[in-house]
C-alpha cells in the first residue's frame, strides 16, 4: 500500500466517525457571525467544558479570540437547511446571515441563540489549543437552554437525522461480567472499570 492509498483509507475511516452537527456564532462589536462545525464535543464535567475545532486562520476562531465568548447551537433533526446555510460560503457576512431564522442574543456572550435549537451553550474561551491544521477552542459553558427533537448528525460527509433507539441494558452491560468475548475487548462494558 502507497503512502497515498493509507491516507485515503485513513481519511475514511475518520469519516465514519458520527458526530453532531451545531451552528457556532459570535457577538463581537456591533455584528454577529457564525459558521456549521461537526467537531463540538464535551470535554469536562467540572468545570463544565466544550471543544470545537475550526480551521487555522479562520474568521469566525480570530472574533471568537477576540471576543473571548461564544454560543454553541446544537441543531436537531429540523435545523439541515441552517446546516447548509451556515457552511455555504456566499452567504451574507455579519448580521445579514441571521436574517432569514429566528434567534435571541445569549444572555452570557451575546452571541445568537437560534431558536429550535437541540440545545444552545454560551462559552467563555477558555483556552486556544493548536492541533495540526486546526485549533481546538476550549469554552467552559456558562449559559444554557435545552429544547426538543432528535439529533442532526454529520456521517460519511452527509447529514443524516438522529433516529435514536435506546439499546438494551444488556447491550452495553453484559450480564455475566466477562468484557472479553473471543478474544475482542468490549470497550462499552469496561468503559466504568
Do not use: K
Request: glycine residues 12%; contains cysteine; aromatic residues 6%.
Amino acid at each position: 500500500m502507497t503512502s497515498d492509498d493509507l491516507d485515503v483509507v485513513l481519511r475514511q475511516a475518520v469519516r465514519r466517525l458520527a458526530t453532531g452537527v451545531a451552528v457556532l456564532t459570535v457577538w463581537h462589536g456591533d455584528d454577529a457571525h457564525g459558521t456549521t462545525v461537526s467537531s463540538v464535543a464535551a470535554i469536562s464535567r467540572d468545570p463544565l467544558l466544550v471543544g470545537v475545532c475550526l480551521r487555522e486562520g479562520s474568521n469566525l476562531g480570530g472574533l471568537i479570540g477576540e471576543a473571548r465568548r461564544f454560543a454553541v447551537n446544537v441543531l436537531s433533526t429540523r435545523q439541515s437547511s441552517l446546516a447548509g446555510w451556515f457552511a455555504d460560503p456566499s452567504r451574507p457576512r455579519g448580521l445579514a446571515q441571521f436574517d432569514r431564522l429566528e434567534w435571541e442574543p445569549d444572555a452570557f456572550s451575546g452571541a445568537p441563540w437560534i431558536a429550535g435549537s437541540l440545545a444552545s451553550l454560551g462559552c467563555h474561551l477558555t483556552a486556544t489549543v493548536p492541533a495540526g491544521d486546526h485549533n481546538l477552542l476550549i469554552g467552559e459553558v456558562v449559559t444554557a437552554r435545552d429544547g426538543e427533537g432528535g439529533p442532526l448528525l454529520h456521517f460519511t460527509g452527509r447529514l443524516h437525522d438522529g433516529m435514536l433507539r435506546v439499546l438494551p441494558r444488556e447491550a452495553t452491560h453484559p450480564q455475566n461480567g466477562d468484557h472479553h468475548r473471543g478474544g475482542r475487548h468490549d470497550a462499552f462494558s469496561a468503559a466504568g472499570s
